[in-house]
């Protein structure tokens, strides 16, 4: 069975972060591009949410892959998903900060090198991109979830997400540096629904007392978390922030997203749903991971004075899901295709 809302989920959210991060632009300390994009700036405000509906998404999809698998198969499975599309779009980024935001960014060769592993968040090398900070808090939850397949604790997994979640919540009254470093408290509420809604899915969405209580608890903490960082964003964006429409956006993500688990479809159905939801799931990965800087590169660039800037910015919204979607097509699926066979044949040797 396939869920193919799912898969539209993870394009809206990167095609949501996307328009943020073109649109969202010329506020009071934005040192990277000078010029407001004025209303639709407000409107928009609030797309930078779309990354916690990756992290319930990523919550969801990771015990589900995580079923029945040893740890071996966790991590090649895990690999062939995140790298062969980070490479290139790494690289790309890499390139376009060297040659045309060097004046921002301050890239080099070392600091490539260290991103390239996606390791270089544990050694606190900087990123190459703005936005590969969130794949440096996937891997933390990969490698929590990797010690529960590794102690075969898979079965405990709902007592774990409680412990999990009471300790993030602990967290945020106490603030210890440490338990938000390790166990990613800021953010747990997120994968942590997610993963406990794939446990009710999985249970033909049978709910009791506590799989609701800790469905509110972990939207209550996710809002309080979110809520914290309000009147900085207000200071750095210049645009005031409700906590009630932050409430309303999060609840809205979580309605959206229990549609989308409930809407399932065979794979073998050819629908046209289907197909479309597949490729816009293939197309959102790259697109996430190529967006900041070559937008950013084309203001500076084609718009520097602000004059075309909304011509600019909506050439770079057609532009870039079609270059995800090369991308997707014509590397990312070629290579982990070649990979799966490499991992296959040395597993067989």
């Not at 997120?190 to 794939?198: I, P, R, V």
């Not at 750095?236 to 956006?249: A, C, H, T």
């Not at 993500?253 to 597949?278: G, L, M, P, T």
């Amino acid at each position: 069975m396939r869920l193919p809302f799912l898969d539209f989920l993870r394009f809206f959210a990167a095609f949501s972060v996307m328009v943020m991060h073109i649109m969202v632009r010329g506020f009071p300390k934005d040192t990277y591009y000078a010029h407001s994009f004025g209303v639709w700036g407000d409107w928009l405000k609030y797309n930078y949410l779309a990354v916690n509906l990756f992290f319930i998404i990523s919550g969801f999809v990771i015990f589900l892959t995580a079923q029945n698998r040893s740890v071996k198969q966790f991590c090649i499975s895990r690999f062939l998903r995140l790298y062969p599309a980070y490479w290139l779009a790494c690289t790309i980024s890499f390139v376009v900060s060297y040659f045309y935001l060097q004046h921002i960014f301050h890239p080099t060769i070392i600091r490539y090198i260290a991103n390239m592993t996606m390791l270089n968040g544990f050694f606190k090398i900087q990123f190459i991109d703005n936005v590969y900070w969130t794949l440096f808090v996937e891997l933390k939850f990969y490698l929590l979830t990797l010690l529960v397949i590794y102690f075969k604790q898979l079965q405990n997994a709902e007592k774990i997400l409680w412990i999990w979640l009471l300790l993030s919540l602990a967290n945020y009254f106490i603030h210890n540096q440490i338990i938000q470093n390790i166990f990613i408290t800021d953010y747990s509420s997120f994968f942590s629904s997610g993963a406990m809604l794939f446990i009710i899915s999985n249970d033909n969405f049978k709910l009791n007392l506590k799989r609701v209580a800790f469905l509110i608890l972990s939207f209550f903490l996710g809002f309080l978390n979110e809520s914290t960082t309000l009147s900085f964003k207000t200071i750095q964006y210049g645009f005031e922030f409700s906590s009630l429409k932050l409430l309303l956006v999060l609840f809205a993500i979580y309605v959206c997203f229990i549609i989308a688990i409930n809407y399932k479809i065979s794979k073998h159905d050819s629908s046209k749903i289907f197909k479309v939801c597949q490729i816009l799931g293939a197309v959102s990965y790259p697109l996430y991971l190529i967006h900041f800087n070559v937008s950013l590169a084309a203001l500076n660039l084609f718009a520097s004075d602000g004059s075309n800037r909304y011509f600019v910015a909506w050439c770079l919204i057609i532009f870039l899901p079609c270059v995800a979607y090369l991308i997707a097509k014509y590397f990312e699926e070629p290579l982990r295709n070649k990979l799966n066979k490499f991992f296959f044949i040395k597993h067989l040797s």
